[in-house]
């Protein structure tokens, strides 16, 4: 069996207000994917020119690797890719809710692996990216398709160590 993650609040049995971790996390999750995309289109330019335009060939494997690589990465080490931190949101295993309020943890680099994995499956296909936008649009969570799946959540970094 593995040890979950130590809990985000630095009081271990706390949990944290719903409404504070949820405020306004659909509007950044779009503006963190719009950062990420424009990081990861300037990292593909990089590549291609640093080939010597050869990568053109394999673009679309290019683009997938290191976008893959990209949010795996940065899931892994801070929880969060570049955007998302820049916007101050936070991906996190949302474990209870009693009430108004939730337990949650640190996301892992297993968890993280996973769920870059649905995350660029689904964004191959219309009807997944749909029910995801979907699902963020209109859900109080404002959680994805592969965080529903996951059992994780895109929440605000500040009501983390504001609770």
Same mark, same amino acid.
């Given at each position: 069996?593995?040890e979950?993650?130590?809990?985000?609040d630095?009081y271990?049995?706390?949990?944290i207000r719903? *409404?504070?971790l949820?405020? +306004?996390?659909? +509007?950044r999750?779009?503006?963190?994917?719009?950062?990420?995309s424009?990081?990861?289109?300037?990292?593909? %330019?990089?590549?291609v020119?640093?080939?010597?335009f050869?990568a053109?060939?394999?673009? %679309? @494997?290019?683009?997938? +690797?290191?976008?893959?690589?990209?949010r795996?990465?940065g899931?892994?080490?801070h929880?969060?890719?570049?955007?998302?931190?820049?916007?101050g949101?936070?991906?996190?295993?949302r474990?209870?809710?009693r +009430?108004?309020?939730?337990?949650?943890?640190?996301?892992?680099?297993n968890?993280?692996?996973?769920?870059?994995l649905?995350?660029?499956?689904?964004?191959? @296909?219309?009807?997944?990216?749909?029910?995801?936008?979907?699902?963020?649009?209109?859900?109080r969570?404002?959680?994805?398709?592969s *965080?529903?799946?996951?059992?994780?959540a895109?929440?605000?970094? *500040?009501?983390?160590?504001l609770?």
């Amino acid at each position: 069996m593995f040890e979950p993650a130590p809990l985000l609040d630095p009081y271990p049995n706390a949990l944290i207000r719903e *409404d504070r971790l949820f405020a +306004g996390v659909a +509007g950044r999750r779009f503006l963190a994917w719009a950062i990420d995309s424009i990081a990861i289109f300037a990292v593909t %330019g990089l590549v291609v020119i640093l080939t010597g335009f050869l990568a053109v060939f394999v673009l %679309g @494997f290019v683009w997938l +690797g290191i976008g893959f690589l990209y949010r795996w990465v940065g899931l892994s080490r801070h929880s969060a890719t570049w955007g998302m931190r820049v916007v101050g949101l936070t991906l996190v295993n949302r474990h209870e809710s009693r +009430g108004n309020t939730v337990a949650m943890t640190v996301v892992e680099r297993n968890t993280a692996f996973v769920h870059t994995l649905v995350y660029t499956v689904s964004m191959a @296909f219309v009807l997944p990216q749909l029910l995801s936008i979907g699902l963020i649009l209109l859900t109080r969570e404002h959680r994805s398709l592969s *965080d529903i799946l996951l059992g994780t959540a895109s929440v605000n970094q *500040d009501a983390l160590w504001l609770s």
